[in-house]
């Protein structure tokens, strides 16, 4: 109860103070209780001070106590006890260390500071050491009530989670109290959602809650909210308020995203025939070559060199007829040909020497650039384009020594000269389609450096625009230097200032840059040897050259590149760098072009075989092709247009179009890279082959592919070819293939001839009289028919009169013979001469097919002549201190040639890089050279050089103790 006493002091005029107000409860006495009293110190209205004083009334002393009391106040400070909860209004308060102990009759207080004031009711429901106090004096006799409520709990993925129930009583008990409890299934299923749960839960005497804990079993299945039930039973103590609660699991899981699937379907075309088209000129766009209908296409050609060189013609001309190889050229899928010249073959009047007329009648009186305008007028015949590329000034092998564009001979006025010349004579011949305005400067030249003499950069400003002064169609291809802040790299493909200094031409979209770049088997440059070597290559690219294509600053022809695949790092090398002019610009395997781009053009070194470094696309014998070379540059060949003017027919172009599509929609972009793989069609002949990534964005399902077909007149069967899917990003491959079927529509049946074959023949030649040697004609097949052929004899280096008899005539095959023999007569002699050859050349052949239209004999020589020494010459063409480029001389004074030779000279510099010849071994200062693939024979009083570079300049002595082919030979220097 509570308890008011009026204050006793008088009030007038005074603020009277409210006195202790309080409210004592006690327990039966022996129940282990006390009493307990509750006093209202001071209440000032926002705040009270309360105090709590318990007195041990029973007849034992009380070892700790817990008093726990309800109180509409909020407690914020308390004194002289642990306060050690506060559920709501019911607080638990417990003894301090100094004073849980109270003797017989002793008391003990704690106070506190609570709010708000003007309390009207205090701390009430005391519950002191679990025993509910009243203030009857006696424990309550009504039993306590169970309850409990339902509950969620959120189910979890990669652990269990648990369900806490709680059991709570409604007051405290003196005795104990037990619930017996389990779990039963409701949506939810035991063992698979929840672990079976049951057992007793006990309420010790005092206690008021008990918790009951389940395992709520993990997954990660997409499924609705479940429930299940805690049942309770059989309680002994108390009363059962609730006898049942609701356990709802809620489910987080969600479907995982949709990634949907990719296919490509196949895809068939008629094939098409020859019609008349016209391809234009070619022009640029970003980083582009486009047609003249604005088609995005690719240069993939190959160098013929020769006519910078003293024979002043593309070689090869002594082993076959120059048709012929452009046919083979055009057939193995190159629609380009860079052609090599220097300045002194411009001039006029000059003759080319080393060409077979029994083989190339037609270019017998022509000069060196009417040999060239034959070569133009074919290419157009063949749909193939033409790049005039300035090798070197005085005719020879390699660049300029100087690294220059000019010489003392050839100035800079000269070499513009020249270009104008050419610019104006094919100005209305597209099959021309640019200059490449000088081949691999180096050593001395610069790049932006303003130096007039040295400035590589605006040297070629000042040729591009006298160039399209003349001719504005012709594209400019400029190459880059040596040496920049960059670094060193290869002659002529250091462009790396190209992109804060780039080539300013007057005429706009007519700039090609065009860098070299080769591989380990032509010099062993430093980043061969990084362990991350190839993948390296595509960061060095993009360093001295890729970056003006990836930025889309220009168009980029890799002008040359090749090897003999002879060095083991070569291989790894092209076929890196035959992804790179794929489109996979950074190595990663996809390729990074646009919808409808084509990746960098290119021309392969060398058609020739006598390139000493590299070999050729032919081998040795002028005829055969090395497969393995052409079989990598499939990839990226293109089919160009012709060009107009230049024939009026190419192929008609149908379609294969392939439709990519996704199984359903997404929300995502969606990529995926495809690229055409050639099988019985072949690239560059029978479709031109595309590679690149289409992109899906949301909402979009299907994309196309188209691939052109070239048309033929050819009856060949249907041909296939695959567009293979890579590379997914946000979606899955299902069909990865799509077949593309070329329908052949040529029925016309050609008439199957047998093929009539000539072999060559060799004969000794005898010291006098005459000897015989013999041609074999031979029939593929007997024929039916009767087969005809005329033959006549024709000079080569051995002259009819002298050499040998003229013969002429027909050879008749009668039904069934397949074999037939010319013999001619061949002049013995003493005379020391090389072996000498003749042609028995074939024409008008009837009811036969002829394989060859001439086969060559050869003399072989049986005469000799004393030995004699050759003379070398060595000239210093530049030297600035730290190096050095050189050239050496050799002329063949003997009667008879020289089939290879060696060199062997000691020289007190090292020689660094070498052309024209080949290093067989360095010794100290001793150096053993051999001859280049192409040199190794020296006619009597020819003259062959090679030049080389090296370090430490100042020369001062020549090469000392000269041996050629083991013999002590003169050197001169010419110093």
Do not use: C
Not at 341 to 356: A, C, H
Not at 737 to 763: K, Q
Not at 773 to 797: H, M, P
């Amino acid at each position: 109860m509570w308890k008011y006493q009026a204050p006793s002091r008088p009030h007038d005029g005074l603020q009277l103070e409210q006195l202790e107000e309080r409210l004592a409860l006690s327990g039966v006495p022996g129940d282990g209780a006390a009493a307990v009293e509750f006093v209202n110190i001071n209440d000032w209205g926002g705040g009270f001070q309360g105090e709590i004083r318990i007195t041990n009334d029973e007849a034992t002393a009380i070892n700790g106590w817990t008093l726990q009391f309800d109180l509409d106040s909020q407690i914020g400070q308390l004194w002289n006890g642990n306060l050690q909860s506060q559920a709501g209004n019911q607080y638990t308060v417990s003894n301090l260390s100094w004073n849980g102990n109270l003797a017989v009759g002793q008391t003990v207080a704690f106070g506190f500071i609570g709010n708000p004031g003007n309390i009207t009711t205090g701390a009430t429901n005391f519950i002191f050491n679990g025993i509910a106090l009243d203030d009857g004096g006696g424990p309550d006799p009504t039993p306590p009530e169970l309850t409990t409520s339902d509950l969620s709990v959120t189910e979890l993925d990669a652990q269990n989670a648990i369900a806490q129930v709680m059991l709570n009583l409604s007051k405290p008990s003196t005795d104990t109290i037990t619930v017996e409890f389990a779990t039963a299934p409701g949506t939810a299923t035991a063992g698979q959602d929840y672990q079976t749960t049951s057992g007793t839960a006990t309420f010790n005497p005092g206690e008021t809650s008990a918790v009951v804990e389940i395992v709520i079993l993990d997954d990660s299945e997409v499924e609705s909210d479940e429930t299940f039930t805690l049942q309770l039973s059989s309680i002994v103590g108390a009363t059962l308020e609730t006898s049942s609660t609701t356990i709802t699991i809620l489910d987080t899981d969600v479907p995982p995203p949709v990634i949907p699937e990719i296919s490509i379907s196949d895809a068939s075309v008629l094939e098409g025939d020859v019609v008349s088209v016209a391809g234009g000129w070619l022009s640029t766009q970003g980083n582009q070559i486009v047609d003249s209908q604005g088609n995005n296409v690719k240069l993939s050609g190959v160098n013929w060199f020769g006519g910078e060189t003293s024979n002043f013609s593309p070689h090869g001309l002594w082993a076959r007829n120059w048709q012929s190889m452009m046919d083979q050229m055009q057939s193995l899928g190159f629609n380009t040909i860079r052609l090599p010249f220097s300045s002194q073959m411009l001039e006029p009047g000059t003759m080319p020497n080393g060409i077979n007329y029994g083989l190339n009648p037609d270019l017998q009186g022509l000069t060196s650039l009417e040999v060239f305008d034959k070569i133009v007028d074919y290419a157009g015949e063949l749909d193939m384009r033409i790049i005039l590329d300035h090798h070197r000034s005085d005719a020879g092998g390699g660049p300029n020594l100087s690294g220059l564009w000019y010489t003392g001979a050839y100035p800079e006025s000269a070499w513009i000269s020249n270009w104008e010349m050419l610019a104006a004579r094919y100005a209305n011949n597209p099959t021309v389609i640019g200059a490449d305005l000088h081949n691999e400067p180096h050593g001395p030249a610069t790049w932006g450096s303003g130096d007039l003499s040295t400035d590589w950069r605006l040297a070629a400003e000042r040729a591009g625009n006298a160039v399209l002064a003349v001719n504005p169609n012709w594209l400019i291809f400029v190459e880059g230097i040596q040496n920049t802040e960059a670094g060193t790299y290869w002659w002529g493909g250091n462009l790396s200032r190209a992109g804060d200094y780039p080539v300013r031409l007057d005429v706009a979209n007519r700039l090609v840059y065009s860098p070299h770049a080769y591989p380990a088997g032509v010099y062993n440059q430093p980043w061969f040897s990084d362990p991350n070597f190839p993948d390296n290559l595509p960061a060095i690219w993009d360093q001295m050259w890729g970056y003006l294509y990836r930025e889309g600053t220009a168009p980029l022809l890799l002008g040359e590149f090749g090897s003999s695949l002879e060095n083991p790092l070569d291989e790894p090398w092209v076929d890196k760098m035959i992804e790179y002019l794929e489109g996979d610009l950074d190595g990663d395997g996809d390729l990074d072009l646009g919808p409808g781009e084509q990746g960098i053009s290119w021309t392969w070194w060398s058609w020739n075989p006598n390139s000493g470094d590299t070999g050729g696309i032919l081998q040795d014998d002028w005829q055969n092709v090395q497969t393995e070379k052409v079989e990598k540059l499939e990839a990226v060949q293109f089919a160009l247009l012709p060009a107009e003017g230049t024939g009026g027919s190419g192929p008609e172009i149908t379609t294969l179009v392939f439709e990519v599509y996704l199984s359903e929609v997404t929300t995502e972009t969606v990529t995926v890279a495809y690229t055409t793989v050639a099988g019985s069609a072949t690239a560059g002949v029978d479709f031109n082959p595309v590679s690149g990534t289409l992109t899906f964005l949301p909402g979009q399902t299907m994309q196309t592919i188209e691939v052109q077909v070239l048309g033929d007149t050819i009856v060949e069967g249907d041909e296939t070819l695959e567009v293979e899917l890579s590379s997914p990003s946000g979606v899955t491959l299902l069909d990865d293939t799509g077949l593309g079927t070329i329908l052949d529509n040529d029925t016309e049946t050609p008439v199957e001839l047998p093929i009539l074959s000539l072999a060559g023949a060799t004969v000794t030649e005898g010291d006098s009289g005459t000897t015989i040697v013999t041609f074999e004609l031979t029939l593929s097949e007997a024929s039916s028919e009767t087969v005809t052929v005329d033959f006549n004899t024709a000079d080569g280096s051995a002259l009819m009169g002298s050499d040998y008899q003229a013969l002429n005539g027909t050879v008749t095959f009668a039904a069934g013979e397949t074999v037939k023999t010319v013999q001619v007569a061949v002049f013995s002699d003493e005379e020391v001469e090389p072996d000498e050859s003749f042609f028995l050349q074939l024409a008008n052949v009837s009811n036969a097919t002829l394989a060859q239209t001439s086969a060559l004999a050869t003399i072989l020589n049986d005469d000799s002549a004393p030995t004699s020494d050759a003379a070398v010459t060595f000239d210093v063409a530049d030297d600035w201190g730290s190096g050095f480029v050189a050239g050496m001389t050799l002329t063949n004074p003997f009667e008879t040639a020289l089939n290879g030779w060696t060199l062997e000279f000691q020289f007190d510099r090292d020689i660094t890089n070498i052309w024209g010849a080949k290093i067989v071994s360095h010794t100290g200062n001793t150096y053993v050279i051999t001859n280049a693939a192409w040199n190794g024979t020296i006619q009597p009083g020819q003259t062959i050089d090679f030049g080389f570079q090296g370090v430490s300049g100042n020369i001062i002595l020549p090469p000392q103790n000269v041996f050629l082919n083991g013999q002590p030979v003169s050197l001169d220097f010419l110093d």
